[in-house]
């Protein structure tokens, strides 16, 4: 008898859930039609990115972001519309950026190079000194505590990893010649730093990006080379040549800035205390237009809010479509969020970042406990129709990532990872080399993400 109850309550669960997977597959079929015909997203990057460019945060460009984007939300659908005020680094690149290597008794070789981001200036009269490479952090140490770096100009060639299918990890490896190594440099005595591209290709292209600085010691200019460049510097100096390098930079950090984050929301109808968050940053470097890193997050943000209004779909709980600002050399959009949440009491069910650019997308990274992972999981077998099928563990994102600390389920947008390189913080980084097929298909996984989370919960 008791075979025979598990048997009717399993197959009664069975079906329950079959009819369940039927309903959700018609319910994100839908979702996924509506966008991939009618979506905003694509028209909206290209005002972003041709109407107002570059968005450095504390700029004049950012505000009118802002003002653009508020302006999209209510287009879209949103309930409620209003800004989060934050204060934000303010640092202008200046004049552009000059520099050369000297080879003994030979022509100068221009250098395609850019100014690393909150990097202080040369000043009018440059820098000039020999050249000393250095290719990874314990290296670094060695020639540092041998007295070596003083006086010098340190190349940091961190050349990303080639056999790293997934490029992001490659990133992270070396990715701190950017961030960290110029500081180090200067505990040496080095009077500057001239950092390899964070690009996985060779190119003629300077990648810009964030360092940061130790207040124990000088504040030395720091640029990014090209990859070209990198690779040929590095083989004069493996032939022993004798060489100088000269830099002349103008950017300085001005006083922090009001800047703001821009919210969207649609309220729940049952749970509206419980919030879903799904955002990209709104702030770019000023290189470019921003268009993958992160227009292109920012507007599918946007679709998520117009695509649920367009379904029908009346939300359980309440969902938040956020642009965050200066994601890029400070978090303090991030860090402003979770101010609030944490001031206003206010429960963070899940949030979802899209920060990878808006290439094909191939799955999310999930930063949340086991019970949550295994039940998102169940979810897997809705994605695969539309080219998503890699659910796995990994960070979720910088914005989102504040709300941890709250005890929020958190995931990222994974899409192909292998052309993102080629354009991160560089003049390459323009709504042209972003495909309209792509952005939409990301937005439409986003939103049957978010539709699930909504029904189900976590």
Known sequence: ???????????????????????????????????????????????????????????????????????????????????????????????????????????????????????????????????????????????????????????????????????????????????????????????????????INPDDYPHTGVTSYNDSFPKIPAVAISTNDADWLSSQLKRKMKLTAFLQTNCQMLPDAPSFNVVGEIKGSEFASEIITVGGHLDSWDLAEGAQDDGAGVVQSIEVIRAIRASGIKPKRTIHAVMFMNEENGGRGGSKYLELAKKNKEQHLFALETDAGGFTPRGFALQMNDQQFEKVLRWKPLFYQYGVYNFSRGGAGADVGHLYELGTALAGLAPDTQRYFDIHHAATDVFENVSRRELHLGAANMAALIYLVDKYGL
């Not at 994100?28 to 990057?45: G, S, T």
């Not at 190079?113 to 952090?137: D, R």
């Not at 100009?153 to 992001?168: H, K, P, S």
Request: glycine share 8%.
């Open 1 to 199: 008898m008791k075979i025979k109850l598990s048997l009717s309550v399993s197959a009664l669960l069975l079906s329950f859930s079959v009819t369940a997977q039927t309903d959700d597959s018609a319910a994100i079929r839908k979702i996924v039609n509506d966008i991939m015909n009618n979506a905003k997203a694509y028209d909206n990057l290209r005002y972003l990115c041709k109407k107002i460019g570059p968005r450095l945060s504390g700029s004049s460009n950012a505000q009118k972001a802002v003002e653009a984007t508020a302006r999209m939300l209510k287009e879209a659908g949103a309930d409620t519309v209003y800004l989060q005020p934050c204060m934000v680094p303010h640092w202008i690149r200046g004049e552009k950026e000059t520099g050369y290597v000297q080879l003994a008794g030979a022509a100068k070789h221009p250098l395609k190079l850019c100014a690393l981001g909150n990097s202080y200036g040369t000043g009018k009269k440059g820098v000039s000194a020999a050249v000393v490479e250095v290719n990874n952090m314990k290296q670094l140490d060695e020639l540092g505590l041998a007295n070596v770096l003083k006086g010098k100009i340190v190349f940091l060639n961190f050349a990303m990893n080639q056999t790293y299918i997934e490029v992001f990890n490659a990133y992270g490896e070396s990715g701190v010649a950017r961030w960290g190594a110029p500081t180090v440099c200067a505990k040496y005595g080095a009077v500057a730093a001239m950092v390899r591209s964070l690009s």
